[in-house]
């Protein structure tokens, strides 16, 4: 069954630091995602992407954040600086179609100390 | 913006009792999907429905889409100690996929 891959599993870093979370999607899909989950809570979207460019992102998504597609395989969000309220389970998905069924990532807990 | 609210927040049943979860749109949806995430997990996608009215199954879980679009319900008969965990809806809208907050199920054996 193919897999969402994500690294790191888990990420601490220092407020302020700039961190980048990697996802290598199904290499068919074609569209991606990136979600959060603060532990216990609801799958907040913050950004989709299709080819190339954000189709839609939400007002969590603000300056702070990019996402990227460096090379064919990785997808990655980056923070630029980040805050203690980012600390947050990060998922990222893909969907061969955008009303298709999404895969997720296992995921990467970010603890910002 | 899109809201979609899901009840119960907690459901606490005994195994073989049956157990449902209702979800609720505040805007009309493309289609509304169902995933099911296990404590520590990620979520799974179970299923989408996309027609007014649409009513499918999975084994002992069935699924049903309102005929405006608008709710969803999750129903499983006779529950199993497999099936903890926290289900949540889903309502597509454009290609903004929005959670609901979850039911969490946990079952006494």
């Known amino acids: 069954e193919p897999e969402v891959t994500q690294t790191p599993s888990h990420q601490v870093t220092q407020m302020g630091q700039e961190v980048i979370l990697r996802c290598v999607p199904i290499s068919n899909h074609l569209y991606f995602y990136w979600y959060r989950q603060i532990l216990g809570q609801k799958v907040e979207f913050l950004v989709s992407f299709y080819n190339n460019e954000i189709s839609e992102k939400s007002e969590i998504f603000d300056d702070q954040f990019s996402v990227e597609r460096p090379d064919g395989s990785n997808f990655t969000l980056k923070i630029r600086s980040t805050k203690l309220e980012d600390s947050a389970m990060y998922f990222c998905?893909?969907?061969?179609?955008?009303?298709?069924?999404?895969?997720f990532g296992s995921g990467t807990r970010l603890t910002v100390v | 913006g899109q809201q979609v609210m899901q009840i119960p927040q907690y459901q606490h049943v005994q195994e073989g009792e049956d157990f449902t979860t209702y979800c609720n749109s505040s805007?009309?949806?493309?289609?509304i999907q169902w995933y099911k995430q296990r404590p520590g997990g990620h979520p799974v996608f179970l299923i989408q429905?996309?027609?007014?009215?649409e009513v499918k199954k999975q084994k002992r879980l069935t699924f049903q889409f309102g005929e405006a679009k608008k709710n969803s319900s999750l129903h499983i008969t006779a529950t199993q100690t497999t099936d903890v965990g926290t289900y949540f809806c889903a309502g597509l809208r454009a290609q903004k996929l929005v959670f609901g907050q979850g039911t969490r199920l946990t079952i006494n054996p």
């Open positions: 429905l996309v027609k007014s009215g």
């Open positions: 805007t009309t949806l493309s289609n």
């Open positions: 998905a893909s969907s061969e179609a955008w009303q298709d069924g999404y895969t």
